[in-house]
């Protein structure tokens, strides 16, 4: 029996592709964020405190992105998901000889939950937390505030994320 050298570059990566898709569709892996959704939630209506703020604008777009239309009409909607607080806090994690800040911790808190339009509960209140730390440059303020507002919005996203990751597995 011979054996055959395979020679072109590009055959091998192709076998290489098939035995690694073959691999990760026999492990059960899934793309993040392609958790389905309870089925209540197929028309959404988003309750906050702040509807016009950052956050509503997250979940709406990642209840989009899983399939679920978001209203703005309580009446069109089959589940309503109430966020119930968005605490926001920055405090010093170090400061250089001289006692100048060198570093901030950012940490965002939200709490939800998520009921039927006949107020029946498909997701009893969680909460999720997070931190995240940026370096403060006193010498470039705008710059520092640039990336605390980056590091704000990216915090608030996995927040998003996560939130949505407890309401998929509340949906089984």
Same mark, same amino acid.
């Given at each position: 029996?011979?054996?055959?050298?395979?020679?072109?570059?590009?055959?091998?990566?192709?076998?290489?592709?098939?035995?690694?898709?073959?691999?990760?569709?026999?492990?059960?892996?899934?793309?993040?964020? @392609?958790?389905?959704?309870?089925?209540?939630?197929?028309?959404?209506?988003?309750?906050?405190?702040?509807?016009? @703020?950052?956050?509503?604008?997250?979940?709406?777009?990642?209840? %989009?992105? %899983?399939?679920?239309?978001?209203?703005? %009409?309580?009446?069109?909607?089959?589940?309503?998901?109430?966020?119930?607080?968005?605490?926001?806090?920055?405090?010093?994690?170090?400061?250089?000889?001289?006692?100048?800040?060198?570093?901030?911790?950012?940490?965002?808190?939200?709490?939800?939950?998520?009921?039927?339009?006949?107020?029946?509960?498909?997701?009893?209140?969680?909460?999720?937390?997070?931190?995240?730390?940026?370096?403060?440059?006193?010498?470039?303020?705008?710059?520092?505030?640039?990336?605390?507002?980056?590091?704000?919005?990216?915090?608030?996203?996995?927040?998003?994320?996560?939130?949505?990751? %407890?309401?998929?597995?509340?949906?089984?």
């Amino acid at each position: 029996m011979k054996l055959y050298a395979i020679r072109d570059p590009r055959r091998v990566m192709c076998l290489l592709l098939v035995f690694v898709a073959a691999g990760l569709s026999g492990c059960g892996f899934h793309l993040r964020g @392609s958790e389905a959704l309870p089925p209540e939630m197929s028309v959404t209506y988003i309750q906050s405190s702040s509807p016009f @703020s950052t956050l509503v604008d997250d979940f709406t777009e990642a209840l %989009r992105l %899983r399939g679920a239309s978001v209203t703005e %009409r309580l009446e069109d909607a089959t589940a309503v998901l109430h966020i119930l607080e968005n605490e926001k806090e920055r405090d010093v994690l170090s400061v250089n000889t001289s006692g100048k800040v060198l570093e901030y911790s950012l940490r965002q808190t939200i709490q939800f939950s998520v009921a039927t339009a006949e107020n029946m509960p498909v997701v009893e209140p969680q909460t999720v937390s997070m931190n995240r730390a940026y370096l403060y440059k006193s010498t470039d303020v705008l710059g520092s505030e640039r990336e605390k507002d980056a590091v704000r919005s990216i915090l608030q996203k996995n927040l998003v994320n996560m939130a949505m990751l %407890r309401i998929a597995t509340a949906a089984r």
